[in-house]
């Protein structure tokens, strides 16, 4: 992959900074207490073992709008922050293996996603170089024996046959001290992983087939609200405003009622909260399947009647959703704004972390959508030295919009949605501690 030259933060295109400008001045103000808080919550709930977070910046309002248990885009991270990639990895295997010397990873089935296999690459690397004896196993039937993918990176990729020994999955004669699952089990989860000695992690119960994004918020919302005290602000700013419609088939045009209902009362809060401060903007919401989409079951919509009026290919577009599950469940979100840009592109900011730790990230770009639609669709581009300074390092001397202080917000807001997956995890009754990881 050809890295970009270093850019600082892309400009930020909305004359409503005040808002942002007082978030970011109360978490700069209050940095301390915040970190404190972030420490007591590791204590209570252990983090996951790595997450991404999308990230909205409307300059008045800074919000996770997706969280991701099994990140892909390893290969978008800026290699300058590669030692504290390789810490955090060592701690992460610390605290669910501390005698772990052999990793098995686990991925997805995309073979022909070269962006995918590239992402896989440079995962493994990372792996390597903090230590660890790694193999890629694969669940595709076809492989029997090692396949080698050369990848235009350089870098190549082996994936092994997984197989079951026992209570044990192995690749050839070696079986890991762990599973390091880095596919989201949206087509359920195969036997051959069920019922493992070895630590699998993230828990298999974490995958799409059972975990809902509705959920997910529900918590961060809680979250968002406890830490709001410390920080001195309306949680309004960090946090998304969400209903779930559990019913809904969008090729029989069942459960119509439901979701137009709540697009109508998120419209409404949005509506109140806008007037509130003063905001211009035409609110609006995001309509999508409340398991993974993969940029996939997304619709913008700004009246109940456009729900209504769906034609036959916009509903089949939400009707069916990854490894072809039909779409019963679905997330209405508030929408937020991006007015972030990239050499006049829309952007938005992608945070990794690893354990505890904010690892880097990179602006999702994408110059043929708009700033009120989703990214995450086919023509988007990545930069992946979008951080030109660590999220964890804000300057108290700059303003709160310069770019360590920026990024800083961007690692407090990533953190507040990894608390809320560690409260996922805790609320499964599953276990974060050393040793196999089970209901």
């Not at 810490?87 to 098995?104: D, M, N, S, T, W």
């Amino acid at each position: 992959m050809v890295i970009e030259h270093l850019q600082a933060v892309p400009h930020l295109t909305t004359a409503q900074r005040g808002p942002l400008q007082m978030i970011e001045g109360h978490l700069l103000a209050r940095q301390t207490e915040i970190e404190q808080w972030f420490r007591a919550q590791w204590l209570s709930t252990p983090p996951p073992f790595y997450a991404s977070v999308d990230l909205r910046n409307s300059g008045f309002k800074l919000a996770p709008v997706d969280t991701n248990l099994f990140p892909a885009g390893f290969n978008n991270l800026n290699p300058a922050f590669q030692p504290l990639c390789i810490q955090a990895i060592q701690a992460a295997v610390e605290r669910f293996c501390p005698k772990a010397c052999g990793i098995l990873v686990v991925p997805e089935s995309h073979t022909r996603n070269i962006y995918y296999l590239e992402n896989l690459a440079n995962f493994v690397h990372l792996l390597e170089l903090a230590g660890f004896q790694v193999n890629v196993g694969s669940l595709l039937p076809e492989v029997t024996s090692p396949q080698t993918i050369p990848l235009p990176s350089g870098r190549q990729i082996t994936l092994h046959p997984l197989t079951r020994d026992g209570n044990k999955v192995k690749v050839g004669s070696h079986a890991p001290c762990f599973v390091l699952l880095n596919n989201d089990l949206s087509g359920g989860v195969p036997a051959i992983l069920q019922g493992l000695e070895q630590p699998v992690v993230p828990p298999l119960a974490l995958g799409w087939v059972t975990r809902r994004k509705s959920q997910h918020f529900a918590l961060y919302q809680k979250a968002a609200a406890e830490f709001a005290v410390i920080a001195g602000i309306d949680p309004w700013f960090v946090d998304p405003v969400f209903r779930k419609c559990g019913k809904i088939d969008f090729q029989k045009r069942a459960g119509e009622d439901c979701l137009t209902y709540y697009v109508e009362e998120v419209l409404s809060e949005i509506g109140a909260k806008y007037r509130e401060y003063g905001i211009s903007e035409e609110p609006f919401v995001i309509v999508k399947s409340d398991a993974g989409t993969y940029g996939m079951n997304i619709m913008t919509v700004r009246s109940p009647d456009e729900v209504r009026d769906l034609n036959r290919k916009q509903r089949t577009k939400m009707a069916r959703g990854k490894e072809g599950f039909n779409v019963t469940e679905v997330l209405v979100q508030e929408g937020v704004y991006t007015f972030e840009t990239w050499e006049e592109a829309v952007a938005e900011p992608v945070v990794y972390m690893i354990d505890r730790f904010v690892v880097g990230g990179f602006y999702r770009v994408h110059s043929g959508r708009g700033v009120d639609e989703n990214l995450n669709a086919p023509g988007m581009t990545f930069k992946p030295l979008a951080f030109v300074e660590s999220c964890i390092s804000p300057d108290r001397s700059k303003s709160p919009d310069a770019s360590p202080n920026r990024f800083y917000a961007y690692g407090v807001i990533a953190r507040l949605a990894l608390v809320a997956a560690a409260r996922e995890i805790h609320a499964a009754g599953l276990t974060q501690s050393a040793g196999a990881l089970r209901p």
